[in-house]
């Protein structure tokens, strides 16, 4: 398969679940703990009214809860219809003013450059984009080129390597947990149907790799350690995860610790950019 037609893939699917993605992924209780934590972190590390990138915003979620908290921020997806939920929200909420969306690529981030948007403070990407993106050399040059020098990088990625899967998966007869090591060509579910899309998984380690030398990482916490895998429920009802409220205080006490921080469903890690190694 060529990249033109995998991009083509993930933006065809992506296009179709637009629509009700915020009644079913973004409904999940176990998905908003995982985003909370994501702002939260965003917020502690950029200073009142920094510039924020969000690379695969889908339907802007996160960008528009950091632009009410006085952020300014540029939302970019593959997804032609999730950039136009995310602008419809935005105009709804009265927040167009410090908030706008663009179609772009994570690996080809040229067109905000040319229209002048930048150096970002702090640039995210929170959960899974970066595993649909199979050139992050691309996407290294193309961030680093926007993102001054010192910026954060904010980025949340399915984990190989799931504590839970591995352990109990057996048991219900599942297995995605043991595919999933394999790491590279694992296709993973899209939405809350059966449709599902090629993937690049990555742990923190080898991950931050591929960004040096211009990203140095600088903490990693594990994310959905203790639950079960988000499953989107039809219709965007919690389930049961309301029981697993009890387990919160010993996730948040391990999640940062080793070996824990490589184990959960998602890893989020912070990374540094380094001065600019192309100036003269």
């Known amino acids: 398969m060529s990249w033109d037609a995998y991009y083509a893939e993930?933006?065809?699917?992506?296009?179709?679940?637009?629509?009700?993605?915020?009644?079913?992924?973004?409904?999940?209780?176990?998905?908003?703990?995982?985003?909370?934590?994501?702002?939260?972190?965003?917020?502690?590390?950029?200073?009142?009214?920094?510039?924020?990138?969000?690379?695969?915003?889908?339907t802007g979620t996160e960008g528009l809860l950091l632009a009410r908290r006085g952020y300014r921020v540029v939302g970019v997806d593959l997804s032609p219809k999730m950039i136009e939920l995310s602008r419809s929200k935005a105009r709804k909420l009265r927040l167009a003013d410090r908030i706008q969306f663009e179609v772009a690529r994570a690996s080809d981030l040229s067109s905000l450059r040319v229209a002048g948007l930048g150096p970002f403070d702090t640039a995210y990407s929170v959960y899974g984009t970066l595993n649909l993106e199979p050139r992050l050399d691309l996407f290294k040059h193309s961030l680093s080129s926007i993102l001054r020098p010192g910026g954060a990088l904010v980025v949340g990625m399915l984990n190989p390597t799931v504590l839970y899967e591995l352990l109990f998966g057996p048991f219900f007869l599942r297995f995605a947990g043991y595919r999933k090591l394999a790491k590279h060509g694992v296709r993973i579910r899209v939405g809350s149907g059966d449709e599902s899309v090629q993937s690049f998984l990555y742990s923190m380690r080898e991950f931050g790799r591929l960004l040096e030398p211009e990203f140095s990482q600088e903490r990693v916490w594990g994310v959905h350690i203790l639950y079960p895998p988000p499953r989107p429920r039809k219709g965007g009802g919690p389930g049961l995860w309301w029981i697993a409220r009890a387990m919160d205080r010993l996730e948040e006490y391990i999640e940062s610790r080793f070996p824990f921080s490589g184990l959960g469903f998602f890893s989020l890690a912070v990374f540094r950019k380094l001065e600019d190694l192309t100036e003269e």
Not at 26 to 31: F, H, I, N, P, Q
Not at 43 to 58: F, Q
């Open 10 to 58: 993930i933006q065809s699917a992506y296009d179709r679940i637009a629509s009700t993605y915020d009644e079913t992924i973004g409904r999940a209780l176990v998905s908003r703990r995982a985003k909370d934590l994501a702002v939260s972190v965003i917020s502690r590390i950029s200073p009142p009214g920094s510039l924020l990138l969000d690379v695969g915003c889908y």
